[in-house]
């Protein structure tokens, strides 16, 4: 399996939490940009949050900074999307996405990443 593989999408009320995970299906995630993307319906699919390999450094878009934490546990190389305060506008398939090895590219371009997996929906109730 060289997909990241997500799961922990489920229907929630507003302002809720929920925890996404994403095996990333490489030997030392440590050694892989790790991000988060959402698409809506009808609407482009737009980054989330990434943790870059180099530093562990996080990113966050706009619309979820303070209310989202990305972490990684590089033992079970596995990521983690904690959303906190959801909204129905948080509303998307969530997708796990793994750059290349030592990706130098931007944590939030989607362009940067090779592998991505079959994404997860989470649904946001009013």
Known sequence: ????????????????????????????????TMGWFRQAPGRE???????SWENEGTYYSDSVKGRFTISRDNAKNTVYLQMNSLKPEDTAI?????????????????????????????????
Do not use: F, I
């Open 1 to 32: 399996q060289v997909q990241p593989v997500e799961s922990g999408g489920k229907l929630v009320q507003t302002g809720d939490s929920l925890t996404l995970s994403c095996v990333a299906s490489a030997r030392t995630v440590n050694m892989y």
């Open 45 to 51: 699919r737009e980054a989330v949050a990434a943790v």
């Open 94 to 126: 969530y997708y796990c996405a793994r750059s290349t090895y030592l990706s130098n590219g931007p944590p939030l371009d989607s362009r940067t990443y090779h592998y991505w997996g079959q994404g997860t929906q989470v649904t946001v109730s009013s």
